[in-house]
């Protein structure tokens, strides 16, 4: 996640994976122009490259690349939540006022790993994760940290 734009009145947020997405495409390529070449040179396995390997991909390709994007509007008073696959977009929104702050959601698996994501405190709203999915590293607290200031910072203001 990355912080796209920062101003007083707009705070947008936004995850796009390329590099998944681009790897994800190398291989539905390759998949698909060996079950091309293979059906060229008639032989008929190569109907299977091509339908399962490209498949696969074409699957993975539909399942982990999603552009997701919050943005918080001082001037509109709302928070935006979007979500966008190659099949749509889906978008939540919520008044800015009902946004108490970021918070860090904790994931520890069986092995012992721990890993974090950023959810939206709505209070007695509930929370809403900012992405689908769990990290590791500090990018979840570096982006909670910045929703957070931008909030503070409206919040001083008024």
């Given at each position: 996640?990355?912080?796209?734009?920062?101003?007083?009145?707009?705070?947008v947020v936004e995850d796009t994976p390329w590099l998944i997405g681009a790897a994800l495409i190398l291989f539905v390529l390759m998949f698909a122009g060996a079950g091309l070449l293979l059906l060229a040179e008639g032989q008929s396995f190569g109907?299977?490259?091509?339908?399962v390997g490209g498949g696969l991909g074409f699957?993975?390709?539909?399942?982990?690349?999603?552009r997701e994007q919050v943005i918080l509007d001082r001037s509109a008073g709302e928070?935006?939540?979007?979500?966008?696959?190659?099949?749509?977009q889906t978008e939540e929104r919520q008044p800015l006022a009902a946004l108490c702050r970021a918070v860090i959601e904790t994931h520890r698996s069986r092995k012992g790993g721990t890993s974090f994501r950023v959810e939206l405190d709505f209070g007695p709203n509930g929370q809403s994760p900012v992405v689908s999915y769990f990290t590791n590293g500090g990018g979840p607290a570096r982006i909670a940290h910045a929703i957070n200031d931008w909030l503070d910072k409206g919040r001083g203001a008024a």
């Open positions: 996640m990355k912080v796209k734009h920062d101003t007083p009145d707009l705070l109907l299977l490259f091509l339908l699957g993975g390709f539909w399942a982990f690349v999603r928070v935006v939540q979007r979500r966008r696959t190659i099949f749509g």
